[in-house]
């Protein structure tokens, strides 16, 4: 008898707000057999998993997701692995594919792309990203502080649109106080910094202050930054950043 291949869509849920969720992502979690999350994203989808085996648990679990998800498609089931925002920016994709691998598996994977962070908070704050960017995200817990601040020094002196992932968490305070000194290396006191928590869902808080003053504003782990390059400025209060049409 032949086996039955299974398969894992590993989906980006978007930001949190369902109005925000790609119909690709919506139509792999309705066909799917199992569902396998982080319990806050899982939350989020509520309405939308009767009838399925639902698989959550808590941060920093991401590869035993990712071994099960696996090993429930090896057993011909149809697997959705969720993953917030896009699972290929700082999300789940990358891990369950290098499992994947690591396992010699033949399961089928599917990537189903969300909308970031990044784009979420630019729409809120006008139009930030308009010229080349970077995103850096200022967790060390799994990349060295040294190799963070070398990026931020280089995307500083490149004069790149700068956003921030995963700016500062309860236990991680001092980080995000070293990347203004030393994107101010680069940059003067006026730059436009948009600051937007729980961006295009419930309790969305959009903050338009400069790299000068940002440290003053509340800024915590559900929270993006973004600091514009030379040339952004502030209109009516949105950032723009020119892309350079001549008016
Ligand atoms: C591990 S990263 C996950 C990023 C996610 N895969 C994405 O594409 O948006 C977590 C960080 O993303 C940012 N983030 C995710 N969703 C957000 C939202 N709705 N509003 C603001 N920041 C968000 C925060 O900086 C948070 O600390």
């Given at each position: 008898m032949t086996k039955v291949k299974g398969r894992v869509a590993v989906v980006g849920l978007g930001p949190g707000d369902l109005d925000y969720m790609i119909p690709a992502v919506y139509k792999a979690i309705q066909g799917a057999e199992v569902v396998i999350g982080y319990k806050t994203y899982i939350d989020?989808?509520?309405?939308?998993?009767?009838?399925?085996?639902v698989i959550n648990n808590g941060m920093r679990k991401e590869i035993e997701r990712c071994q099960l998800a696996?090993?429930?498609?090896?057993?011909?089931?149809?697997?959705?692995?969720?993953?917030?925002?896009?699972p290929g920016i700082y999300g789940m994709a990358g891990a369950l594919l290098e499992v994947k691998e690591e396992k010699?598996?033949?399961?089928?994977?599917?990537?189903?792309?969300?909308?970031?962070?990044?784009?979420?908070?630019?729409?809120?704050?006008?139009?930030?990203?308009?010229?080349?960017?970077?995103?850096?995200?200022?967790?060390?817990?799994?990349?060295?502080?040294?190799?963070?601040?070398?990026?931020?020094y280089h995307a500083a002196a490149g004069d790149f649109v700068v956003a921030l992932y995963n700016p500062k968490s309860m236990g991680r305070t001092t980080?995000?106080?070293?990347?203004?000194?030393?994107?101010?290396?680069?940059?003067?006191?006026?730059?436009?910094?948009?600051?937007v928590k729980n961006a295009k869902r419930?309790?969305?808080?959009?903050v338009v202050t400069t790299l000068g003053k940002m440290l003053k504003e509340e800024i915590d782990m559900t929270t993006v930054v973004i600091i514009g390059n030379s040339n952004t400025y502030i209109k009516n209060g949105k950032?723009?950043?020119?892309?350079?049409?001549?008016l």
């Open positions: 989020l989808i509520k309405p939308l998993l009767e009838g399925k085996q696996v090993e429930m498609a090896e057993e011909g089931k149809n697997v959705v692995l969720v993953s917030s925002g896009d010699n598996s033949e399961i089928d994977v599917e990537i189903l792309p969300g909308i970031t962070a990044v784009s979420g908070a630019a729409a809120s704050l006008g139009a930030p990203l308009m010229h080349d960017f970077v995103v850096i995200s200022l967790s060390d817990l799994l990349t060295e502080w040294e190799v963070i601040k070398k990026r931020l980080q995000i106080q070293e990347a203004v000194e030393i994107l101010l290396r680069h940059r003067n006191e006026e730059t436009p910094v948009g600051i419930h309790g969305e808080k959009v950032i723009i950043t020119p892309r350079g049409y001549s």
